[in-house]
Nanobody, 124 residues
Framework: QLQLVESGGGLVQPGGSLRLSCGASGFALDYYSIGWFRQAPGKEREGISCISSTGIGTNYADSVKGRFTISRDNAKNTVYLQMNSLKPEDTAVYYC?????????????????WGQGTQVTVSS
């Protein structure tokens, strides 16, 4: 059973930082492209970043470009989302998703496996 687990969410003040982790159990992330998404109350789910299975390709939504950084550590079977300069509008449930196995240099259009999400709240 492929399972993704997000961690690292919490309450942070505006301007602060958090690092989210997306871990996998039951499979190795090496050949999976990973996307990070978020959904705020009353809003549609938003794709905010992704990294291809090879790590060569990364994408960021305009709303987080320059503030968030995605990376992967295949030895730890984990993908990270470093979030800096957080704003109240970043408040949402953050999800990671995986697609593969595939050898890819670009991010996929769709993802077949999803985690349960972790809450990020940016507030003073």
């Amino acid at each position: 059973q492929l399972q993704l687990v997000e961690s690292g969410g919490g309450l942070v003040q505006p301007g602060g930082s958090l690092r989210l982790s997306c871990g996998a159990s039951g499979f190795a992330l090496d050949y999976y492209s990973i996307g990070w998404f978020r959904q705020a109350p009353g809003k549609e789910r938003e794709g905010i970043s992704c990294i291809s299975s090879t790590g060569i390709g990364t994408n960021y939504a305009d709303s987080v470009k320059g503030r968030f950084t995605i990376s992967r550590d295949n030895a730890k079977n984990t993908v990270y989302l470093q979030m800096n300069s957080l704003k109240p509008e970043d408040t949402a449930v953050y999800y990671c998703a995986a697609e593969g196995p595939v050898i890819a240099t670009t991010c996929p259009e769709e993802y077949g496996h999803w985690g349960q999400g972790t809450q990020v709240t940016v507030s003073s």
